[in-house]
């Protein structure tokens, strides 16, 4: 199945779950974290850093086969920066990318999306990838519109 109709499947589940629930936030981006995963499992690391402090990301909900970093600064690694630009940064490969966080060695590509409510940045959806390129712009462009149901 190829990734458009992967993340259309995401949508559907997704859409009925979120939409009218009265889960709150961190229990929104668990349910998140987890269909995403389960349907791209190919992926190493999906998950949320929270904003906890000013300039300041901690880990939230995620799976994956790694331990996360637990804090991230908006200073360093592709989080960071998107954190600071509030906006979507998709890295080729990491090696390339200044201030790279390197939390295992697996790690190849990444996806950093921001989650913003109310004009407000509450946190970042961080997905790795295994092959150099994994991440284009439809991987954007869904998880943009995925996050829009936070």
């Known amino acids: 199945m190829d990734k458009i109709n992967r993340y259309e499947r995401i ?44 300039r300041l990301l901690e880990i939230g909900p995620y799976q994956g086969n790694v331990i996360a970093c637990s804090h991230i600064h908006f200073d360093n690694g592709v989080c960071g920066a998107a954190a600071t630009l509030n906006k979507t940064i998709i890295v080729k490969d990491v090696l390339s990318f200044p201030n790279y966080i390197a939390c295992d060695s697996d790690t190849v590509s990444e996806i950093v999306v921001p989650l913003i409510k109310n004009k407000k940045l509450l946190a970042v959806l961080d997905i790795d990838g295994h092959k150099i390129g994994q991440f284009d712009e439809d991987d954007k462009s869904y998880l943009e519109k995925i996050l829009l149901l936070i």
Do not use: Q
Request: hydrophobic residues 45%; contains cysteine; glycine residues 4%.
């Open 11 to 54: 949508l559907n589940k997704a859409v009925p779950i979120l939409k009218e629930s009265k889960m709150d936030d961190i229990g929104k981006m668990s349910i998140i974290a987890s269909i995403l995963k389960t349907e791209f499992n190919e992926w190493i690391f999906c998950g949320f850093y929270r904003v906890v402090k000013e």
